[in-house]
């Protein structure tokens, strides 16, 4: 009997202990704070070995209330919580160790919604805003609120969504393909702080948009640089790339997209003619290698061996690539340039392909003349036995 | 001849060969191998050879042209999931007449089963599978669904999509059979289409079940030389003898197989529809055709009732002999309409199963 009470004591006290230890690092603040010490036990910060006392101060030992609360920090006013935050995060020497920057809190009193706060205004966005309180996640992890999928619906835009045209900035870019691209997981497509930075947020001016979209598209910008648009559009008030792509409801870039053309030039000027040739050179080109590929796709279904098609088509498709960027030049020649190029390439695949596809349908013809020396064979046959008879 | 007939029985390879069809009849052989074969070509023979008693002797002939085929087809294959639809495409795109070689396998794997099965029909019809033809008619319930099984093992070995898809269909309904559904599982080996899958698939579809049908042809063949050939409900009719008339007839009618096999090889060739990727499914897949009325079945019915009832057919067609007690001659009316009531239900069944196209 003795031995089963040693060896069951043991087992009760982890039974009782058991609650603690699954709130992770919150030693005894859990009995009383359990909702709290169940928000933190998989936070960043748990992770790191931050617990309760690191921020809030008192005694994680002690059961006692007295004991545990004495010297505990009141909740922090709204307005300090970046200074109180940046305190371990705008010090250097505590984040290398994490491989964070220091500069978020630097960062964040010359943005918009810093200065607002400075200035009084407690509605602006402080840090626990888009982090949480206790449910801190690193920034890659895909619970986080600030992870590239969740940061525009469960951050931003918790305040910059609204019902009316021009004010729904998140029902925008929900709309847009850069949202649909990170949705699909591509982690390098533009949510809001791609565009607006994070700690240093603000809106881009008029003159600095083709600044902000030509991070990614280089090419564009290139060609946009030296087209008349670049200082035409700015000098119209229209913001650079916005004017005709929109700034958070960004679509895809078809031919739709040329409507946009008579929003300030009329349907009879030189500049529609222009973007209409433009336009004109696009749509042979992607339609040439619509047909190109439908051809490679039928030949290699017989099968034919297709990948020197492929390759070419490659190519080609490299050529239209590029052209497209440089459509926002402006200029039809240069243009061309690749178009022709890229055209040339579908053209001469679909008739190689035809040539090959033609040779084929000459087995049809073999069955025809077997069918034939069948038809004698089979006569002869019955001839000869009839003749044996 | 002379030279080897003095130091080998020629008589007795010829005897040997015949046992596989074309001579229904002992042979002597102490006898010089001339002797014997005009014997044997002298035989008279019912006129079975017309039309529809020469199913039987058209099936063996195409079973040994695939296995000729796919003779040459094995020479190139490797069946692996990561080789094998290269191989395929070396088969069918990089060798001289390989393309043309894979298509007349893959149409002889139709023809072979549709012969199989119109067979079994002809049989169920003339009642051809009375006493002393049990053995006959068991034998050739088990050929058809070896063929098929062939074909079906076959038919996944391209390992591109159609064919993979194509199997998970088949596979489907296999699986809902209550005893081969388990076996079928476990040759499959589970779900999902693993990497083994190939390699056991391919050493059953080119040695062990060709072995067991030319097993079976050959058991068939001796139960006719035992019992003789079926001469039809008081069917007497003339006699020819096997030379000229009947292995001239049959020559004839095995060039115009030939044709059909050659000119639908050419003029419906199935094509490559790309490696197979179990991560994007193949729309539109059906299974093939002699499956189509197993989808219908589980289609109309909950799947293992589905199963136990397909089970249930199996085990009353291969018993027929025994559950046909109708005595004499009979008639040909009951047979007949049964046999049209069950093609009535199967041709049913596959129009349900061919809408999971959708």
Known sequence: ?389 | VAWFEERVNLTEIFSFITTFGMAYGDIDTRRPLDEAVEDAFRKPHPVYVRWPHILGIMAFVVFLFQGVTGLFLSFYYQPSPDAAYNSFLVITRDTHLGWYIHQMHSWGSHILIALLLLRLCRFFFHRAYRSPRELVWIVGVLLALLAIYEAISGSILPWDQEAYWSFMRTAEAIRELPVFGAIFGFLVGGYDLGPFLLPRFYVLHIMAVPLAILALFYLHFATIRRIGLSRGDGDAGPEYPLYPDHILNLLTVLVLLFGVILTAAVVFPSLATGAADPYVAYEGVLPPWYMLPAHGLIEVLPGDVAGVLMMLSFVALTAAPFLDRARGEGSRVVSGSLLVVALGLVVWLGYVGYGIRG
């Open chain 1, 1 to 389: 009997m003795r031995s089963v009470e040693r060896s069951f004591l043991p087992l009760l006290a982890a039974l009782l202990a058991t609650p603690g230890d699954a709130l992770g690092n919150a030693g005894d603040c859990a009995r009383c704070h359990s909702e709290v010490a169940v928000q933190h036990r998989n936070s960043a910060h748990a992770f790191e070995d931050l617990t309760c006392v690191d921020c809030h101060g008192g005694d994680a030992t002690s059961t006692d209330v007295d004991t545990a609360h004495r010297g505990l920090r009141p909740a922090v006013p709204r307005a300090e919580i970046p200074e109180f935050c940046g305190g371990c995060h705008a010090d250097p020497v505590a984040m290398a160790a994490f491989g964070l920057p220091a500069d978020q809190l630097a960062l964040y009193q010359i943005s918009g919604h810093g200065r607002a706060l400075a200035a009084g205004d407690l509605t602006a966005a402080v840090c626990t805003d888009c982090h949480g309180v206790h449910d801190i996640y690193g920034v890659a992890d895909p619970a986080s609120a600030t992870q590239a999928r969740n940061v525009a619906s469960s951050d931003c835009g918790q305040c910059h969504a609204g019902s009316g045209a021009g004010t729904d900035v998140l029902g925008d870019y929900e709309g847009s393909v850069h949202h649909a691209a990170v949705q699909q997981g591509d982690m390098e497509a533009p949510s809001c702080v791609h565009c607006h930075g994070s700690h240093g947020a603000a809106p881009p001016g008029i003159g600095t948009v083709n600044r902000v979209c030509g991070q990614c598209h280089s090419e564009t910008r290139e060609a946009f640089r030296h087209s008349p648009h670049s200082e035409g559009i700015v000098a119209a008030g229209e913001p650079q790339c916005a004017a005709c792509h929109e700034n958070h409801r960004v679509g895809p870039a078809t031919a739709d997209l040329w409507s946009a053309c008579t929003d300030c030039h009329d349907e009879s000027s030189d500049a529609m003619r222009t973007g209409q040739k433009i336009l004109t050179l696009m749509q042979q080109t992607e339609d040439e290698m619509v047909r190109a590929r439908q051809s490679t796709a039928e030949a290699r279904a017989v099968p034919l061996d297709v990948r020197d098609y492929e390759a070419r088509l490659d190519l080609a498709a490299s050529y239209l690539a590029k052209a497209r960027p440089r459509t926002h030049s402006l200029d039809p020649e240069s243009v061309e340039e690749l178009t022709r190029k890229a055209r040339s390439i579908g053209e001469q695949v679909q008739a190689d392909v035809a040539g090959e596809l033609y040779v084929l349908e000459g087995r049809d013809l073999v069955v025809l003349f077997l069918w034939l020396y069948i038809v004698v064979t089979v006569a002869a046959l019955q001839l000869y036995r009839r003749s044996l008879r």
